[in-house]
């Protein structure tokens, strides 16, 4: 089968997901519904790095939709998040998020990333040796984001003084390296990777097997269906 040139596919894509009828979307709006609260309000010892509102990301500039930097969360992701960081302060190490609640037109603004041309610096920061336009094919971005179901998150492990241990690789470097198990990372990051892999899957959560930061929470609220409000504190004041 004849593969399509990637701006046609991206182009596709970017038509379903701004689409006023695409299937699983939720109503437009700025508001979101009320199983959603901020992490900060629910679990607030958990620290907050929310790369996608801010140029340290590889885009290289922040994305559309994240008009704050605030982790939105279903409260019952939120809730088990708590959970597993309390269990990990017995350990002396909590969480970090980088990533929670992404709207629908984050997702776009991925697509349309990823269809212009490389950019070197970003390139050699976040996905050395893949290119961008098999960062969709290969897993490392998706389409249609678990994010924009309200209980997926990114996330590592931080010690008490705040310090994040070292994973092997850092947040967002899509290269097979960042896979949970990868024999391409020393044994101490492989065994952080495992204790944040058992604190989440104790609290229900479902790691991927591209990157060791990426959960979703098993039982999420909302499984199909994938939210457009904007990531801000006014999306939660209904």
């Not at 689409?19 to 939720?26: T, V």
């Not at 010690?159 to 990868?182: C, L």
Request: charged residues 30%; hydrophobic residues 40%; neutral net charge.
């Amino acid at each position: 089968m004849r593969r399509l040139p990637l701006p046609l596919v991206l182009a596709g894509l970017l038509g379903a997901l701004c689409g006023p009828a695409a299937p699983g979307a939720a109503p437009g709006g700025d508001a979101a519904p009320p199983e959603f609260a901020a992490l900060r309000d629910v679990a607030p010892g958990i620290g907050q790095e929310m790369r996608y509102a801010s140029r340290r990301n590889f885009t290289g500039r922040p994305v559309d939709g994240y008009r704050e930097p605030e982790c939105l969360l279903t409260r019952d992701a939120a809730s088990a998040l708590r959970r597993a960081h309390r269990a990990l302060a017995r350990r002396d190490l909590g969480l970090l998020v980088y990533d929670c609640y992404r709207p629908r037109r984050a997702v776009a603004d991925f697509l349309r990333w990823a269809a212009g041309p490389e950019d070197a610096d970003t390139r050699e920061e976040f996905h050395p040796r893949v290119p961008k336009d098999r960062l969709f094919d290969e897993g490392y971005l998706a389409a249609r984001s678990g994010h924009s179901r309200g209980s997926t998150v990114d996330v590592t492990l931080v010690r008490r003084s705040g310090e994040p241990v070292d994973m092997g690789t850092p947040f967002d470097f899509f290269d097979p390296a960042s896979a949970p198990d990868s024999r391409e990372v020393d044994g101490a990051a492989r065994r952080a990777r495992g204790v944040l892999r058992s604190a989440l899957e104790e609290e229900g959560f479902v790691p991927v097997p591209t990157e060791w930061w990426h959960f979703t929470l098993a039982a999420e609220p909302f499984p199909a269906t994938y939210f457009d409000f904007p990531v801000s504190r006014d999306a939660l004041r209904r």
